[in-house]
């Protein structure tokens, strides 16, 4: 499996923008389809956004779409979540998963389409 560690995570005002990273570890990154989660106390992890291994094709939650970007760097074996036009309500815990199967497609909005998780970073959207 493959390691992760997120970073860029920290305070913002709300209309602001922050990119966190999630880098990885090994030589097999562009094997592996990426995703963002995120989760706040009490309530259940839910995607945000997840992109193909070689960067072709993204997906993102309703709630995202047209103010998150995700990208990856098979290069730096790194995958970026650029959040632009925050709001209070994007304030969470930010996870980036790993996936390495060949039926990901159908779950790639599920935590079980999934095989690996970084520790998460702290995004807080002030208002």
């Known amino acids: 499996q493959v390691q992760l560690v997120e970073s860029g995570g920290g305070l913002v005002q709300a209309g602001g923008s922050l990119r966190i990273s999630c880098a990885a570890s090994g030589r097999t990154f562009s094997r592996y389809v990426m995703g963002w989660f995120r989760q706040t106390p009490g309530k259940e992890r839910e995607f945000v956004a997840a992109?193909?291994?070689?960067?072709?094709?993204?997906y993102y939650a309703d709630s995202v779409k047209g103010r998150l970007t995700i990208s990856r760097d098979n290069a730096k074996n790194t995958v970026y979540l650029q959040m632009s036009s925050l709001k209070p309500e994007d304030t969470a815990s930010y996870y980036c998963?790993?996936?390495?199967?060949?039926?990901?497609?159908?779950?790639?909005?599920?935590?079980?389409?999934?095989?690996?998780w970084g520790q998460g970073t702290q995004v807080t959207v002030s208002s």
């Open positions: 998963a790993a996936a390495n199967r060949d039926n990901w497609y159908s779950s790639r909005a599920l935590e079980r389409g999934y095989d690996s």
């Open positions: 992109i193909t291994r070689s960067g072709g094709n993204t």
